[in-house]
């Protein structure tokens, strides 16, 4: 057995965590790059604490999921500042901006030069810019993962900069960060973030680490989603949320993912809808499709045992088989409100298109069995 695993240099969890950014910030640099969402205000008080600490800073805000463009926007204002710290604070699209610039503060040459597909997809020479990563919503798991995902619009596609010396010098999590998080938005987190921990448990490159990881998100994720949706002030619930986007994001950077980024990647790119959003509506499906293709062509299979792991995790009954556990998804993603595809955009005459671009990308190398372009296409069936 063989395997790696690498995360953010150091990683801080608990409630009031935000309180120490500015002073460990000062262990970095004196130059800082503030990446936000587009509520640039959450970053007030934080902005406040780096100017005590004599730390200047110049922000930069991404409205939306980031894009090629808006990077090199964020590039170019953090080189003009002569920054040399980069801090991100926001959902995932803050912190993959924050990772790009980092990397490209410190690395020569254009940002296409490191993009996987559309670019060069030439290694990173340098270790990125220091970078601190604070989440607000729990999802993506990004302040530990060793990717940015971006948009290029002119290519219709989602690529990715990808390269362990992206890795942040430090991930601060405070679950009190995502306590503001509406229903919606903590239903599409935190089903990406389910989704990725099931992915990452099933992948046909997970380790003993990251299973270990991937469990223990998955109780987290099992016992309290349903709860902070319904109850945004449940401080247990969005700590329990904040826990499973972390052990998420450190599964699928050791492991990989599967068949659901494996659809979420190409998709993205081409309906205007957001990544969790994506992944909830194809997760019960996925999951059922691969059950099946398992037992008919993969029965001794060690991902079938850890499916049938995941139905007594969620449904809480040790004698839960693996349909118990599809069906669980269903009626989760039932109760949070997940839009099917078509209400997200998608056509059936793109089917064809997506099923290409799905089965060349990269997460769906990682799925526990390769799928047949007919079980893919039965997949945007179920899930439109």
Known sequence: MKFEFATATRIIFGPGTINQVASLAGEFGKRACIITGRTAERAQTLLEKLKEQ?????????????TTETVKKGIELARRANCNLVISIGGGSAIDTG????????????????????????????????????????????E???????????????????????????????????NSMPPEITASTGLDALTQLVEAYVSNK????????????????????????????????????????????????????????????PLGGMISAGHGSICAALLPHVTEINVRALKNRRSDSAALS?????????????TARTEDGVEWLRELC???KVLPLSQLGLKEQDFPDVVAKAGKSSSMKGNPIELTDDELMEILKKAI
């Open 144 to 178: 530990v993962t060793r990717n940015a995902v971006l948009g290029v619009p002119e290519h219709k596609v989602k690529v990715s900069m990808r390269s362990p010396l992206m890795l942040p010098a430090l991930a601060l999590i405070d679950p009190v960060l995502t």
């Open 206 to 265: 997970a380790n003993p680490l990251t299973d270990g990881i991937c469990r223990e998100g998955l109780i987290c994720a099992g016992r309290s989603l349903r709860r902070a949706f319904e109850d945004g002030g449940d401080e247990s619930a969005r700590e329990d949320m904040a826990l499973a986007s972390l052990f998420g994001g450190l599964g699928l950077a050791n492991a990989k993912l599967g068949a659901v980024h494996g659809f979420a990647g």
């Open 334 to 336: 039932s109760a949070l």
């Open 99 to 142: 990772k790009a610039i980092a990397a490209m503060l410190t690395n020569s040459g254009s940002l296409e030069d490191y993009l996987e597909i559309v670019g060069l997809g030439k290694p990173l020479s340098c270790p990125a810019a220091p970078h601190i990563a604070i989440p607000t919503t729990a999802g993506t798991g990004a």
């Open 306 to 318: 850890k499916y049938a792991d995941i139905a007594q995790i969620m449904t809480g009954k040790s």
């Open 54 to 66: 004599k730390i200047d800073s110049v922000i930069f805000s991404v409205s939306g999921e980031p």
